[in-house]
């Protein structure tokens, strides 16, 4: 059916109270979904939001479309299931740092390597918000929470290069301080087929208030933001004052233009098959000299699982004509009585 | 020499037969074709095959030993037999490992080339028992098995090594001989299935050949026997694994419902095969996913289902555990969702290619909360193509998680199966929600996912993609009706209750439990899965002697069916035989608070059918087991 | 205006007070600290704190209402009461959400200044119950607190949005005049807890003296109350929820065992309070461990007890479901390992904030195979830490998982604890294997890792790092003794009928079951976990008057205490109390044969006294359930 | 106590029968472990061995350590209680590519970031062999296999890619046809602090024979594999004809000396803090044309889990002195009656 009228937040909005806390930035991310996806004009009944437990997780209740809330982790193997049986429909998988990295993370993983068609958004507050503030596997060295009082001695995942590491076909960061770019990445995961991870840095206001004010807070985002564009240079700070350029030793470097040019600055390409550069600059802002990068690392074409399985399903069709249980009883030797 | 004609030929009303080598020796092959051979012929048959520890052990150990049974009859017959008659034993190891079970006087073929001081020793023996005079109570033939072979394939130039391997169809070759077997279709097996590699289709000729013409004309052997085909109910057969009937079952259902099937399955003994089997029937409206553990497999089986598939997962031993938790969500999101349990030995990894009867209770209370799910038995590696069609039946019309129970013995045991026609499965299709459900008090129309059936108490399913019935499920208590969250506690003990009550409604369309009680006997032997044809067959034994024993065999265990409350305290005495420590008895005691007499094997082997017939005479004779 | 020493001042036996308001709006700590200040008076105390969902809901919703209740009294009290005598409504949604239960007559205080008309809005009431008559049943008590408190505080120039957080101690200061608390340990807390911020303090400090000189002088309170401290056995005492109280318990049996300790732990409610408490104290031999899910947990727990600590792991829910499979192999291990289930609402996520029994069978039978562990329940919040202890004695001793059950209701209630002497406290180190323990036909001398000792079948535990007896064990079934692989059937019928008798010989080294019977009666109520209370508060409501009820508390649930059958043989009638629909009942009735009387209730929150007492009183009069 | 005699493969075998198939890779991962392990003089009772389910894990019992046959997938995670609590041990985890990529990739990916003290040992056979020869996470797309008849439609698992993407501090790849290079690995992991991963290809000769074939065979190593040197330069091929240098796009590329010199070849530095390059080479080999790396591609120090936790042990202890039941029960507020 071609839409006719034009679809509003409202349209995307459920019956449902949300029951966030004030603050909490899992209120901008709503807001951004249920905006874009109205700008798209989805079909809501065509439309599944997955997740699993957590803050985070409560997403789809708040969305007015077919949805579940699962249990914690499972989300990725539950929309697999979906994805699989259903090609017709639109999943969305969301769910916290813990639900993704922590219990689930090896669903995640296979998700992304098998590039099942799902868009998965994990919502990164470096924190577990739901069970009231314990460290997450993406909670800096040396955190103290209720679980860690001496500071967590985990080195935390870096969910980009996570997922680079996993065969991850689309790969981006974006966080939630900024509707615009929220909304250029989600829109760009939606389009590509197969499966896309998405991470979003989440402001958990109650037990990790301002993990990423550093970063993102309106004066921080020059300096500390590099904001990935393909086939453009990848610079970054005031005026673009700075690059990101290669060294021998394959490591990346930051380029001051006004002492060295711009020649050395790379050029962002999502589409490069080797995931090597993306991976790299997944590793940059690991220390404060370093700027966070923001945007889509990685976007590249592979046959997703849902199409290889109807290929299948075709092939055999072909091949042994379609599915006929009598000729099925008969597939071996039988014998009259 | 004597020609064949002039042999005796003896009438034999049933046969048991062992085939045993080492785990390279090929007697699963051996077996199998004895068995299709003789199916064909119009025997009824069952097998067991018996596969070594996981792990191929080095050649000629005791713990490399493969065997394979089969009972072949010219009646019904319920089990591959207690006792083997003939067992044929490729090395000292095979012979070593089986000899026990071989009944008095049977007849033992050893493969006398294989007999040598290493294998001996390797087999523990000090002497070799073909010729130390241990082994005087059966008719022992020694034949020289190997050179035999190598013997017959001498002309076609195949290396010592690989001529070697048809020495199985050699054995298989003499069998068919003695005991008369059809021969066509083994060669027309051989054909087709070594078609690739033209040389070992000659050598598995000669050596199959040169077998029966080694029965044929030696002296060795005084006579040969017949077995005549069995008053099987008329009808198109064909021998089929209970992994296979349960497969098939699968696709049968899923075809019935005009619903596609989705498996969502991690490998493991003995359950593998049926995502073997369904993944080779691509071209029905199934898909089979090998997931990366089992709780994604369950999972991903969950999801399908709530997009409008038949969620299933199989698994076996660990991988139930695996499950728990997501089957507890699938209580509450009131979905169809098939778990089969291919029960083997444990706990733990426990016995991984052996059988029990060990999960029951796991199945029925191993969830956290009060999660109760149905559960559904098979009795026999055919019926499990029924069971398979029931347990969907029930998921679909109750949308419930159905626990669907085999074990490692009907998994890879086989009998005859009746070939039905498909239309006269029945017809289980359900129907779906396609429009609103409710008018709110503002006159707006509105889809409720927990708006019950007054019957079944089923709720509603709304497939994603059905336009204007968006709604959202979850695992958190919900309220009756709207399903929106709700921590009201009343609604909770509500919820509690709906759920118990709804797999109780299922009572309401299983049929009455059927008691087999000619005679009017006070001991009632119940039993569940697949101790059914040993307690079959017992039962039959003990008739013969003139006494009364009653019988019948659940294949619902929850809920159970509606009568059965009726039939136990029609006896004084109720018998039930398990494979574990009494779980079935455990519920039935403390459900109908009636005494029940236990019998437990739990050695990771069925039971034979002398010790259920032992444990009954001895109560008929007032005894205490 | 009058003086304080004019009002009148009454002397009550108990008091039950409930504070509710928003979740923002410090009702957990103003309770907790009017129990602080009553249990160091010296009443008995008992909690009830409820939280609300789990994530922090719109302020002033229905659904953002946390309350927390406590009785306090001059006598030993078992429950926290059944219904409020006093509430404390800090908002229209609290008082909305909690107005039910108080008593008829029961004093009301409501924060007059939040009842403007957005607030009421939100809880749903069309016009203000505090003005329309509808709370005439009740002693209402307006004070318009927040007003009150900013007034209190406005000299020392914190903002008023700061200021307004004080209120939650003027209410508490007005409430420890009324009930005549003593007042200076709050002033003490205040002054330690917020000591980073001066302001704070101060703004705490002066609302919660507001708050007492509010109930002084003004006129709207006529009377105070007191009561008197209570007649406990002499000691000293501490006022510990079950959660501090487990943990405790766990660091004192890792003091008495001499072994360090091994916490595997992921986070969830309601146990995650043991992980918290755990990891502050790491100055004793103990380690806690957040593992990535809470199959890591158990994992890490098991691989801790392999190295020879004491290995626990701590969860609710969904994390009991998911630590199944490696139970199983601890069983199979014959490993120490402690698995606390703190029960909360299920199916599924369920109710995660409530409290249920609904796990018993789960602990019990939820696993595959056969895999029997022990296990234990604590009655109280102060008994955790007794049986902390002794789910640790048993698993040391028998090499066993054992199964220490908890709930939402103990976890986060709270009572006094009487110290102990940890000198006092029972011994329960163990001997680990130093040398080997068999000596082989050939002299040889070996390690046999499952030699059994023969009193309690317990294998010996070789420690890694112990010289010489290095060996390897694994979950595929064992030959007895050696613990070499072994599938061997009849090893595995002995092996699991070992197992289990290994379970059954802890029943030798638990003390017989108490049955509290003063008067000779038919009918006993037996109990397990946190029912504890509520039923001993019933029975001693019904033998007030004049009937005759016994009672009996379940401690061990496997194996049971060994006079149990006796026990229940010696009553005609008996009652059940569960938070499920029936879970001891059931084993109840099928290891005894022994018909009970079940009373369910299944809201996520405990049993009323009232509740049970008419249940009894039902059955004392003849009458079914 | 200090060693008196020399150990010998004898001592560090145990008296069980050793069950693998004839011909099966896993016999000479076993030997060049007894045999290092000998030539170590390592403690036999300070060793353990951890293993899953699988043909691998079956390799504690042949070792006359200490050792635990767990269950599917959870030896590293049964292993990081063991190493926490006994810091003073040898933990060594075995286990085959389904047990630790399948359902224990996820326990297996945080040990790694942990750095829990463990030398884990992964035998890459590209197959599930103990259940019969279904696809593994390894096993390449469109393998056809029991479970795959119309063949496999998983991309599979860079382990060595993954393993770095989740911040492991010793990353290498040996394999089972070459005993000194074996050696040379397992040595390094087990002189590193914290956790060691050591991918070995493996051949499973019953479910997927030669599948390594064309890289290990001794023919082709010299073409096929690229032998990892520290501090030297990458080089492969007759007469090291070849080597690796970095284009600016970040990926790597094969350099032929004849043509181009040596100079730009890269050197390879196991010690380098940003894992970037190590990743880029272990992304090599993906095509037909280039090489594998065989050897050890990261070898960082970080504090290792157990080390942190005995610091906060010590430090809690100064702070609060030992620990003494006495002042717990003490530690808040109490009173007499
Ligand atoms: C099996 C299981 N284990 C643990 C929990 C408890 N739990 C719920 S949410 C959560 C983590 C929440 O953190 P995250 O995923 O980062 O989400 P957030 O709340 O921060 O959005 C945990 C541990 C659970 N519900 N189920
Ligand atoms: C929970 C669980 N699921 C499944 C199995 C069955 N299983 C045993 S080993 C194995 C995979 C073996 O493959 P791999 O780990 O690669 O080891 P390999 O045999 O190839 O050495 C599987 C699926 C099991 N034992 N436990
Ligand atoms: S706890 Fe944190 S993440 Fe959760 S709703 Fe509140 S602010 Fe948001
Ligand atoms: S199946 Fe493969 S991996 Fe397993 S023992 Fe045999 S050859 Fe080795
Ligand atoms: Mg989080
Ligand atoms: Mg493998």
Known sequence: MAMIEKLTRKDFMSDQEVRWCPGCGDYSILAAMQLLLADLGVERHNTVFISGIGCAARFPYYMNTYGMHSIHGRAPAIATGLAIARPDLDVWVIGGDGDMLSIGANHLLHALRRNINLVIVMFNNQIYGLTKGQYSPTSELGKITKSSPFGSADQPFNPISLALGAEATFVARTHDMDRSHMQYVLNRAHQHKGASFVEIYQNCNVFNDGAFESLTGKENRQDKLLMLRDKEPIRFGQDARYGIGLDQDGCLRIIDTDLEGTEKILTHNEYQADPSLAFALSRLGASETEPRPMGIFRDIEREDYGAAMTAQHEAAQKKNGHGDLNKLFRSQATWQV | MTVASDKRRINLDAL????????????????????????????????????????????????????????????????????????????????????????????????????????????????????????????????????????????????????????????????????????????????????KNPQVVEANTLAFNAGRHFGETTEAFESSFEILPSQLTPGEYTNLTGNMALSWGLIAASTKASLPLFLGSYPITPASDILHELSKHRNFNLVTFQAEDEIAAVGSALGASFGGAIGVTTTSGPGVDLKSETIGLAVSLELPL??????????????????????????LFGR?????????????????????????????MYRTPVYLLSDGYLANGSEPFCIPDPEELPDISIEFATSPNKILSDGSEVFWPYLRDQDTLARPLARPGTRGLEHRIGGIEKADGTGNISYDPA????????????????????????????????????????????????????????????????????????????????????????????????????????????????QGIPFKVSEIKAALISLLDGGQL
């Open chain 2, 16 to 195: 048991v037969i062992r085939f045993a080598g080492d785990s390279g020796d090929g007697m699963q092959v051996a077996g199998d074709r004895f068995t299709a051979g003789s199916a064909i012929f119009g025997n009824d048959i069952a097998t067991f095959p018996n596969y070594p520890a996981e792990i191929r052990a080095p050649a000629g150990t005791l713990a490399g030993v493969s065997a394979f049974q089969v009972q072949i009859a010219d009646h019904d017959i319920y089990t591959p037999g207690d006792s083997p008659m003939v067992l044929v034993a490729m090395n000292p190891a095979a012979l070593k490992a089986n000899i026990a079970d071989l009944a008095v006087g049977g007849v033992l073929i050893c493969n006398s080339d294989a007999f040598d001081k290493r294998n001996l020793e390797k087999a523990g023996y000090q002497s070799n028992p073909t010729e130390d005079g241990s082994l005087d109570n059966y008719k022992l033939y020694s034949v020289p098995i190997t050179s035999l072979t190598l013997e017959a394939c001498k002309d076609i130039g195949a290396k010592p090594r690989d001529a070697e391997r048809s020495k199985n169809f050699f054995a298989l070759g003499l069998i068919t001989w003695l005991y008369d077997r059809p021969y066509q279709s083994t060669l027309d097996f051989i054909k087709l299935r070594y078609a």
């Open chain 2, 338 to 363: 098939i778990l089969v349990d291919v029960q083997r030995g444990g706990p733990s990894t426990g016995l991984p290619t052996k059988a029990e009867q060990s999960d029951l209770l796991h199945v």
């Open chain 2, 368 to 396: 956290h909360g009060e999660a109760p799910v149905a559960v559904v038995a098979a009795a026999t590696p055919a019926h499990c193509f029924e069971a398979a069609i029931e347990a969907v039946r029930i998921a679909l």
């Open chain 2, 491 to 602: 609604n909770h003990e509500l919820m509690v209750r709906l759920r118990a009550a709804k797999i109780e409604r299922i009572a309401d369309s299983i049929p009455p439990l059927q008691v087999d009680d000619p005679d009017g006997a006070s001991i009632l032997v119940l039993g569940w899965g697949s101790t059914h044809g040993a307690i079959l067959a017992a039962v039959n034994e003990v008739r013969k002697l003139g006494k009364k024993i009653a019988r019948a065999h659940l294949v619902h265990l929850n809920p159970f069916p509606k009568n059965l409350s009726e039939i136990l305290n029609r006896y004084e005495t109720v018998l039930i035989p398990e494979m574990n420590t009494g779980q079935l008895a455990m519920v039935i005691r403390s459900t109908f608070l009636k005494d029940v007499v236990q019998l437990n094997k739990i």
